[in-house]
């Protein structure tokens, strides 16, 4: 099964960079746009990988980060 993969990227040519290289390793990628999209996202479903951009429209990439770990949404491994 492949891995599925949550891309938070606003600007739409890295986006469409990133998600091509992602989809080569092979890998299922979600895309969204902004930290409001990602919980979302991370609320409907889990992903075994996320790709946060640092400064996002709605917030930064390390706050959504421990937003989902404090919502226990992204799945940890040790």
Request: glycine share 6%.
């Given at each position: 099964m492949m891995p599925?993969?949550?891309l938070v990227e606003d600007d739409p040519v890295n986006a469409m960079f990133l998600r091509g290289a992602i989809e080569a390793c092979?890998?299922?990628?979600?895309?969204?746009d902004n930290c409001a999209g990602a919980l979302r996202m991370a609320r409907a479903q889990r992903y075994d990988a996320w790709m946060i951009d640092s400064?996002?429209?709605?917030?930064?990439?390390?706050?959504?980060?421990?937003?989902?770990?404090a919502d226990?949404?992204?799945?940890?491994r040790d």
């Open positions: 599925k993969v949550l092979p890998a299922r990628v979600d895309v969204v400064n996002l429209p709605d917030g930064s990439g390390s706050d959504l980060l421990r937003r989902l770990r226990d949404l992204v799945v940890h």
